[in-house]
C-alpha cells in the first residue's frame, strides 16, 4: 500500500511522534493506523529510555489553587519547543492539580498518584515515562510547594516564572508583591534574613574589589586608604547589598518613591513568606559545542 503524506501527518497529529518514524511505521504496517500505533509505541518507549539522561533544563512553572490551598510546581524538558506541547502542559497542569488534592511528601510521592493521558497511566510517572517516549525528549517533575492554611496571592509571567505569597490584609496590594518578586527577584523578606553564605559571598567580593583598588593606587603612586577606612567601605558595600536583595528594603516597583514594606503599611498588609520559581534555576546547561562534535566524528572515520 502507498503511504501518503497525508497518512503521515495523520499519524504524526496523533502520535507527535517525528515524521519519519510515522512513515516507516505506517509501511511497516502496510497502512493500518492502528498497528502504526502501536509499532511507534514499541519503538518510541526504547527512546524513553535513551533520553532519560539528558538535561531538562527547560520547561515551565505551573500554579492550581482550590480554596485555601495551592501548588506550585516546576516540570522540566529538554527544549522550549516541548514547553508549548498540549500533552506536555496537560501534564504539568495535572501535577499542581494533584498536589493540591493529594498533598504528596516529595516527588516520588508525587509520581505515585492516579492519573492517565494520552493512553498512558495509571500514575503520574506511567505518564512522564509515555510521554518521553511520545515526545522524544526527557522531562521531570523538578521540585513543588504545596501551601495551606493562610491566604495567598500569586502571579505566573508566562509560565517561566510562578510566584506565590502568603499573606494577611490586602488581596491587591500581595498580588502587586507577587508581581514584584517576580520582577526584582529578592531572596528574602528582610535583609537579616539573607542567607549566611550570600552575604559571606558578597563581602568576599566587596573585599577582593578592596585590595585591587589598593594596588592599582600604589602603581599609579597614590595614597592607599587606612585599614578602617577599607573596612567601612567593605561594610557599606555588604549593607547596599541586603538592602537591593530583600524585599522589605527594595524600592516598589509601582512606585520606586516608596519601599515594598512602606506600601505594605500603607496598605494594611503583612507578607509572611513568598516563594519564587524560575524554570531551570541553578540547572547547568549543556553547551554543544557543534564544530567540535563534526570534527570528532571526520577523525573517528579517518581512524577507522
Known amino acids: 500500500m502507498a503511504i501518503t503524506a497525508s497518512m503521515v501527518a495523520e499519524l504524526r497529529a496523533k502520535t507527535d511522534a517525528p515524521m519519519m518514524e510515522c512513515k516507516k511505521a505506517l509501511t511497516e504496517a502496510d497502512g493500518n493506523f492502528e498497528k502504526a500505533e502501536e509499532i511507534l509505541r514499541v519503538k518510541l518507549g526504547n527512546k524513553a529510555g535513551k533520553a532519560a539522561s539528558r538535561i531538562t533544563a527547560e520547561g515551565v512553572i505551573a500554579y492550581h489553587s482550590e480554596g485555601a490551598v495551592g501548588a506550585l510546581v516546576e516540570v522540566n524538558c529538554e527544549t522550549d519547543f516541548v514547553t508549548k506541547n498540549d500533552s506536555f502542559l496537560a501534564f504539568t497542569k495535572a501535577v499542581a492539580e494533584g498536589i493540591v488534592k493529594g498533598n504528596p511528601a516529595d516527588v516520588a510521592a508525587v509520581g505515585a498518584m492516579p492519573f492517565s493521558l494520552d493512553g498512558f497511566g495509571p500514575t503520574i510517572e506511567d505518564v512522564r515515562k509515555g510521554l518521553i517516549g511520545k515526545i522524544g525528549e526527557n522531562m521531570s517533575v523538578r521540585r513543588f510547594k504545596r501551601f495551606e492554611g493562610g491566604k495567598l496571592a500569586s502571579y505566573l509571567h508566562g509560565t517561566r516564572i510562578g510566584v506565590v505569597v502568603e499573606y494577611d490584609g490586602d488581596e491587591t496590594a500581595a498580588k502587586d508583591v507577587a508581581m514584584h518578586v517576580a520582577a526584582m527577584k529578592p531572596v528574602s523578606l528582610s535583609s537579616d534574613q539573607v542567607p549566611a553564605e550570600l552575604v559571606a559571598r558578597e563581602r568576599s567580593v566587596a573585599a577582593a574589589k578592596a585590595a585591587e583598588d589598593a594596588t592599582v593606587a600604589t602603581a599609579a603612586g597614590k595614597p592607599v586608604q587606612s585599614p578602617e577606612i577599607v573596612a567601612k567601605r567593605i561594610e557599606g558595600g555588604v ?23 512602606q506600601m505594605l503599611k500603607e496598605k494594611g498588609t503583612t507578607v509572611k513568606s513568598f516563594t519564587l520559581y524560575v524554570v531551570g534555576e541553578g540547572i547547568e546547561k549543556k553547551v554543544d559545542d557543534f564544530a567540535a562534535e563534526v570534527a570528532a566524528q571526520v577523525a573517528a572515520a579517518k581512524a577507522a
Open 239 to 261: 549593607q547596599k547589598y541586603l538592602k537591593e536583595v530583600s524585599l522589605h528594603n527594595q524600592s516598589f516597583v509601582k512606585n520606586d518613591k516608596q519601599t515594598v514594606e
